[in-house]
């Protein structure tokens, strides 16, 4: 098993995926759309111990997260949002579902500045919800009626990443105070495995970012979302 | 010239354009009717009302009135330009690309066309064409970056590395005076794009500097942290790049590559096994929850050594009820030490806890004995270890221990398979699926024993559980929709070989349809990525469409679909060649059972139409769904494949399915075996030669060369005097060279 950021040649494996183990399915379009939007975002763990049969075998997708910014932030605050994530049955209890998040989080402040992170589960999803309370942090937003397509409510759920921030000045810090003397073993993301056991415990400060959309969207993406179910 | 408009027409002219933006079609055929009133040969009006027509679904009479407008307005780009839009709607770029160009002659200013140019361009992969686009672009606002940054693209497509980054050094160096926010995406994505040009010219050291001083703000940490451990690797500067890739390995710990670089940099031999394993240790002590560091060393350790971190790392896997161990493992069975150990500590596993626990092992402990009872189960059910009876006796006293769980059942269900039977596995596997029918990967699974027992029907109806409800036409249009290969092909076998020919057919085309789709994708990212600057992605992107169809999914199903049509084209010549009564029969039974599944999938198409129509009346009108207007051009005029099963020249049909597999896996031997088969049979003896050739650089000794070696050469002897001589001698002195010579 591997976890590693998404790449294009992935995308049919993990439409297959995503077919294969949930409700909620999109065009290969929109996958495409994520990764050429937020290529930081995605990940997918890949199970590479399969013996290729041929030389044109892909490496077969086991897990994935889907994730992107929201684009016009209703809030105004930068965010990302989580707009699927699976791993197959059989690759259950390895806690591969929690390895993609935290990838994903990270990269959502390192690269988009996000300030927290949204995303929605059914609310009879109970080994999702507890990944995403207990396990990753998150807090119960409200509750949208009828959000599936077959009627279910869905949670939303947000989770704030100012420790995240946090990590990351006190690493830049730790660079700067090294600075001069030796810049070796400069840790980025020291915590990545552990970390979010109690994301309220500092005070965040405040960060300038630059919200909505600077730059054009345009039809593609209107097209793309509406074309998507609208399930997460 | 377009022809001028009074004030009045002019400003109505804008309305039709507006209303076409705005997806208004019939407003803007009103507006133009208007204008065409006064001006019946308005050849701009014309355009814009051909490109309305087209817009929905009229295409026959789009391209008619636009051509009609084209000969009265030869020198208007509005003409050409919705000229070529309409064939760029066809998918006949290369008269869309010359419409264009014309258009451009005649208004050589205009950013629009230029762009859609630009766009065609790169998406039939003319680099040069697109290059010389995107740099008249450059000199008409050479402020804007994106215009640049496709000039490099260009350069960068075709090959030409140093030019792509001498055009993104000519863009920074006139920005020189600003300096761009730190939170600027598209400069940081800029910077990074061109430092991967650096380093693919295999000038390393620049790259480093240039990462290091230019891109050390950039956003993107993860690639800044790989490409820096990669460039110091490469450059020989081993222990900063073992510091490198620690830090790697602290961001994400689950990730082998990481582990293999920072053994290679700290230069530890292949052979040295307890320095390695040191490194592995390291981080499973430091990450207790990281696969990787604890499994990684059985690949290389042996003997004793392997047992006893095997044992460790099975005892941990078991205790946690991981269900996905054996998967995990199996690789490790091309050593066949690896292959009698591991199921060996799982016996061992189940005897110590035994022992451990005596009789009381209960309730939440036995969690460990299941996963290795689960595991032995797999192991006997795996090719390369099979002993099925022995698999389904771990199975049973898995199931015993946890009669609710889903993971068992399926691999009772999956050793029925192996066993061959396939109605068994079926029962079995959707008995798995009651266990948890809110999982739909268990559903999917079950479906799919379902059509591999030939239970088509079912199978849809066990899939209709998931699909999305409000498709109109089911769960098949919604599978179709969602772009479901997997079960299209399962599907379209299992038709197959419940010989209806018409509906296998229907799913391959189907298959081979949405790759279509898939390369038209990429069409509009052509301009989206420019302006969101992810250009690194984008290149990824274009160079992944370059091979999409190399994706197994084409492969299974293109070489089905090639089979298939072989096969009607020996029926047919069976039975055309009068050969008495018994091919005579043979087609008389054929043609009541071609009958009978017409009838069939009329009846079935029928009750689709019936259920759906019931459906749309039952959807309870407060729920937001969008009414869909119903687009025309969507329509199946084949929905069951007859039309498609008609055809005479099933050969013919193959060929659009065995150029891309020819073309794309040429190192696949079965498309080689399948490519011959046609060719053969189409009297192209040289490209069968050459098919058979190639399965033979692949594999000589596969049964299926010396077969079709034969069968040439006999083929080639009743034919020789027809051929031409020169064709005589390249097929004699080659076929010398083929195994039976």
Request: aromatic share 8%; glycine share 6%; charged share 30%.
């Amino acid at each position: 098993m591997d976890i590693r950021v998404l790449r294009a040649s992935d995308i049919p494996l993990i439409q297959h995926a995503n077919l294969e183990n949930l409700p909620e399915n999109y065009f290969l379009k929109y996958y495409l759309y994520h990764a050429l939007t937020w290529p930081q975002l995605s990940y997918v763990a890949v199970d590479v111990s399969r013996p290729k049969k041929t030389p044109y075998d892909q490496p077969k997708i086991v897990g994935y997260v889907l994730a992107k910014m929201e684009e016009e932030p209703t809030d105004g605050v930068q965010h990302g949002h989580i707009t699927s994530l699976s791993v197959m049955r059989t690759h259950r209890r390895l806690g591969i579902a929690e390895k993609l998040m935290r990838q994903s989080q990270l990269a959502m402040v390192e690269t988009f500045g996000a300030q927290y992170v949204s995303l929605h589960v059914r609310v009879s999803n109970e080994a999702a919800i507890h990944l995403y309370r207990t396990t990753l942090g998150f807090k119960t937003e409200k509750t949208e009626a009828k959000y599936y397509a077959d009627g279910e409510d869905a949670f939303c759920m947000k989770l704030d990443l100012g420790f995240i921030r946090e990590q990351i000045r006190d690493a830049e810090e730790g660079e700067k105070t090294a600075e001069g003397k030796d810049t070796e073993g400069i840790d980025e993301g020291e915590a990545v495995g552990d970390v979010g056991r109690d994301p309220a415990k500092k005070e965040e400060k405040k960060f300038k970012v630059r919200v909505g959309k600077a730059l054009g969207v345009g039809e593609l993406v209107e097209r793309v979302e509406t074309a998507a179910s609208k399930a997460s | 010239m377009p022809q001028p408009l009074s004030t009045r027409e002019a400003n109505l002219f804008r309305t039709v354009i507006r209303n076409y933006e705005d997806k208004q079609y019939k407003r803007g055929l009103k507006s133009a009717e208007q204008i065409l009133k006064k001006h019946p040969k308005h050849g701009d009006t014309m355009s814009m009302k051909a490109l309305i027509m087209n817009a929905q679904g009229k295409t026959q009479e789009a391209f008619a009135l636009a051509k009609e407008a084209v000969s009265i307005d030869m020198k208007s780009h509005i003409c050409w330009h919705v000229y070529g839009i309409l064939y760029r709607s066809e998918k006949n770029f290369e008269e869309a690309i010359k419409a264009y160009k014309f258009a451009l002659r005649l208004e050589p200013e205009s950013p629009q066309i230029q762009r859609d140019l630009a766009t065609l361009q790169i998406h039939v992969r003319d680099f040069q064409g697109y290059t010389q686009t995107r740099l008249a672009m450059v000199k008409a606002r050479p402020q804007i970056r994106q215009h640049w940054t496709g000039v490099a693209i260009g350069h960068h497509l075709e090959g030409d590395l140093e030019q792509a980054e001498n055009v993104l050094t000519a863009y920074e160096k006139s920005l020189s005076s600003q300096t761009p926010l730190k939170t600027d995406i598209e400069n940081s994505e800029a910077l990074l794009y061109k430092n991967s040009i650096i380093a693919e010219r295999g000038d390393i050291q620049r790259a480093l500097d240039h990462l290091e001083k230019d891109c050390k703000n950039c956003l993107d940490r993860l690639a800044i942290l790989e490409l820096r451990a990669r460039y110091l690797g490469e450059l020989g500067r081993k222990e900063e790049a073992a510091n490198a890739y620690r830090a790697l390995i602290d961001r994400n710990p689950d990730h082998p590559a990481y582990y293999k670089s920072l053994i290679e940099v700290l230069d530890i031999t292949s052979g040295d096994e307890a320095a390695k394993k040191a490194i592995y240790d390291e981080y499973a002590t430091k990450y207790p929850r990281s696969d990787a560091a604890r499994r990684l060393p059985l690949e290389f350790l042996t003997g004793d050594d392997f047992r006893a971190v095997a044992k460790t790392y099975l005892t941990l896997m078991f205790d946690k009820g991981v269900p996905s161990t054996f998967a995990n493992l199996k690789y490790l069975y091309s050593d066949s030490y690896k292959k009698e150990a591991l199921p060996a500590l799982a016996e061992e596993y189940i005897q110590e806890r035994k022992d451990r626990l005596g009789e009381q092992a209960n309730g939440d402990s036995s969690k460990g004995e299941g996963a290795a009872l689960y595991f032995l189960a797999q192991h006997y059910n795996y090719h390369q270890s099979r002993d099925l009876a022995k698999a389904l006796e771990y199975v049973e006293g898995a199931i015993q221990l946890d009669p609710k769980s889903v993971d068992f059942q399926m691999t009772k269900a999956r050793i029925f398979k192996h066993q061959g039977d396939l109605e068994r596995a079926a029962a079995a596997m959707d008995q798995a699926r009651l266990l948890d029918t809110r999982d739909r990967y268990i559903n999917s699974k079950a479906a799919k024993y379902q059509l591999r027992n030939n239970e088509n029907e079912k199978a849809l109806t066990t899939l209709g559980l998931f699909t999305r409800a409000e498709t109109v036409g089911g769960p098949l249009a919604d599978l179709i929709d969602m772009q479901a290969i997997w079960f299209l092909t399962e599907d379209g076998e299992a038709w197959q070989r419940r010989g209806n020919t018409a509906l296998a057919l229907k799913r391959y085309h189907t298959v081979y349809n949405i790759f279509d789709i898939w390369q038209e994708d990429q069409f509009d990212f052509h301009t989206f990525s420019l302006r969101k600057g992810q250009i690194r992605a984008y290149i990824d992107m274009v160079r992944w469409e370059d091979k999409l169809r190399e994706h197994p999914f084409y492969f299974r199903a293109a070489l089905d679909a090639v089979n298939l049509y072989l096969g009607m084209f020996d029926k047919a010549q069976a039975t055309s060649g009068a050969n008495g009564t018994e091919s005579k029969e043979a087609n008389g039974a054929e043609e009541a059972e071609k009958k009978k599944a017409a009838k069939k999938a009329r009846k079935e198409a029928q009750k689709a139409e019936r259920e759906a129509a019931e459906r749309a009346a039952k959807q309870d009108p407060n729920k937001p769904h969008k009414a869909k207007e119903e687009d025309p051009k969507k329509k199946d005029d084949d929905p069951n494949g007859l039309k498609l099963a008609a055809t005479e020249t099933p050969l013919l049909d193959a060929m659009k399915f065995l150029d891309f597999l020819l073309q794309f896996s040429p190192r696949n031997i079965a498309g080689q075996l399948a490519g011959f088969e046609v060719f053969i049979r189409t009297g192209k003896y040289l490209l069968a030669l050459r098919c058979l050739k190639a399965a033979t650089a692949l594999d000589k000794d596969h049964p299926k060369v010396l077969e079709q070696a034969n069968k040439l050469r006999k083929t080639i002897d009743e034919v020789l005097d027809s051929l031409s001589p020169k064709t005589q001698e390249v097929i004699k002195s080659e076929l010398a060279t083929v195994p039976g010579a």
